[in-house]
């Protein structure tokens, strides 16, 4: 076979292999990543409006929410006795593309979130950062910015209040690292609703009642952290606002009955992380299925490709392997020989599609650094990439395979004397 054909048809295996793996890796990535951001939240509580816009701005931070719900009304969710745990989260600022979250120091333990260097906030405008916003935006302990408000750098910017900030959180490989993190007092603040009604050392144990004394709660949470509802107990809701409530269940029970008494309310919207975002990759599962389909059309073409070029091969040297059976080659040793190049063609092209579909995700990624919402890299290995290759590999060496028979098969004195 010629250089030129060898290289033509590896070329083509390896596009073929590219497509699907990219789309393999890619749909992993998305799919791992969407599970570990909603780990630990059964429930989201906010304004009336699409659920999946819902989720997408609660819980993953890559919309913008319906609106925003008073304090007030999520108390009795708070206090629910279907209710583990209630995370409250003030949304509407960015730095450089990073959501500022306003929450409780609560928010943390949700993604196991510890601090790397520094501390966390213990009062307003006080604010810490995701280990990814610190390397994308070079943040430290002692740095100050104002955010914009929005997701995108040409929103209003708060230059008249300034956040500093405290503390460098660990990477977790959830939303956490790319999230900067402060109370939602600080948020208030800088949206003209700083009437007093967060604590500073909010979610963390000991608050001044409104008599000046400390109150704690009597009991600690799994994390080790206490009051966990203390924010709706200290807070004077007077007008304040949330954008959503991170419920955790009590029970498996509450999936049954807590979105619909929820959705009952006239301003209150419940929406299911797990059921959202099923609902989503379905949709983009119908895409991504023609998408494959159309890339096994590409593999078989490529391995008709191959099994053309061998056969074209093996017809041109047909008075070539009927002299080196002459020679003493055996009927094996020719299989052998036109199995091997079968072979070669297969795996160099499975090979070099690999190699396309990883290094080509990680300069998507490294291209796309600055979106905190959709990281790619290439430094990945998909469970299902296992059985694409398994797959291309059995198509490929039985595509060689009828080549190599034809050779083992081959008639020497007819052969000979037809030349």
Request: contains cysteine.
């Amino acid at each position: 076979m010629s250089p030129l054909s060898t290289a033509v048809n590896i070329l083509l295996l390896a596009l073929g292999t590219a497509r699907i793996a990219t789309l393999v890796i890619a749909t992993h990535q998305l799919t791992e990543t969407l599970t570990r951001d909603s780990a630990d939240i059964d429930l989201v509580i906010g304004a009336k409006g699409s659920p999946l816009q819902l989720i997408l701005a609660g819980v993953y931070h890559a919309d913008v929410p319906p609106g925003n719900i008073a304090l007030a009304d999520t108390k009795p969710w708070v206090k629910h006795p279907l209710v583990k745990s209630a995370t409250p989260l003030a949304l509407g600022d960015s730095f450089k593309g990073f959501r500022i979250v306003g929450s409780t120091h609560e928010y943390l333990t949700i993604y196991n979130g510890k601090i790397a260097s520094g501390e966390l906030w213990s009062k307003p405008l006080e604010i810490v950062v995701g280990s990814q916003v610190a390397s994308k935006t070079g943040l430290k302990i002692g740095s100050t910015f104002s955010g914009v408000h929005g997701l995108d750098d040409g929103g209003h910017s708060h230059d008249q209040d300034s956040y500093i900030v405290v503390g460098i959180l660990q990477p977790t490989k959830t939303i956490l690292d790319r999230l900067l993190i402060t109370s939602m007092e600080s948020v208030w603040k800088l949206h003209g609703k700083s009437n007093g009604t967060m604590t500073p050392d909010d979610g963390e144990g000991a608050h001044d009642d409104e008599h000046g004394h400390d109150e704690e709660d009597e009991h600690d949470d799994e994390h080790g952290h206490d009051g966990e509802d203390s924010y709706s107990e200290t807070a004077e809701d007077d007008g304040q606002e949330i954008t959503v409530l991170l419920i955790k269940y009590a029970s498996p029970l509450a999936a049954l009955s807590l979105p619909r008494d929820v959705n009952a309310e006239s301003a209150l919207q419940a929406a299911s992380p797990a059921f959202e975002i099923t609902r989503l990759l379905q949709i983009v599962g119908v895409g991504i299925g023609w998408l494959q389909a159309f890339t096994g059309i590409l593999l078989a073409s490529a391995a008709l490709s191959i099994f053309a070029a061998l056969y074209s091969s093996l017809k041109a040297r047909r008075y070539d392997l009927a002299v080196l059976r002459c020679l003493g080659a055996t009927r094996w040793q020719l299989f052998s020989l036109l199995f091997f190049e079968g072979s070669f063609l297969t795996v160099a092209g499975i090979f070099s599609g690999l190699i396309f579909a990883h290094g080509g995700l990680e300069l998507i990624g490294q291209s796309l650094g600055g979106s905190q919402n959709a990281p790619l890299t290439g430094f990945v290995w998909a469970p299902s990439e296992f059985a694409l290759v398994a797959g291309l590999l059995i198509a490929g060496l039985l595509t060689a395979i009828i080549p190599a028979r034809q050779a083992f098969s081959t008639d020497v004195a007819k052969t000979l004397s037809s030349n």
